[in-house]
């Protein structure tokens, strides 16, 4: 069974930094696409940043110049470096994954708070 844990969400302050990480354990095969996605109170889910496998990346526009994603396939984990933070920042960030067969995997989601 194919599971993603996040970890790295917390409280920082605006203009501050965190390090989101989502490991991957169950896939047989490296994920054709791993991201995130985030979702404030009362508003849909969003994309913030995907990889592919073959290292390309798609950013949201809101993400551009200041998160960075990454992955390591050795490690089957995925990254996002978030420098800069602003308050709308804030939501619960969660991890996607996509598999050889299409199917879609999510995590439980770990909470980021930008506020002073």
């Known amino acids: 069974q194919v599971q993603l844990v996040e970890s790295g969400g917390g409280l920082v302050q605006p203009g501050g930094s965190l390090r989101l990480s989502c490991a991957a354990s169950?896939?047989?095969?490296?994920?054709?696409?791993m991201g995130w996605y985030r979702q404030a109170p009362g508003k849909l889910r969003d994309l913030v940043a995907v990889i592919i496998a073959d290292g390309s990346t798609n950013y949201a526009d809101s993400a551009k110049g200041r998160f960075t994603i990454s992955r390591d396939n050795a490690e089957n984990t995925v990254y996002l470096q978030m420098n800069t933070l602003r308050p709308e920042d804030t939501a619960v960030y969660y991890c996607h994954a996509i598999d050889r067969g299409v199917n879609r995997y999510w995590g439980q989601g770990t909470q980021v708070t930008v506020s002073s």
């Open positions: 169950g896939n047989i095969f490296p994920f054709n696409l």
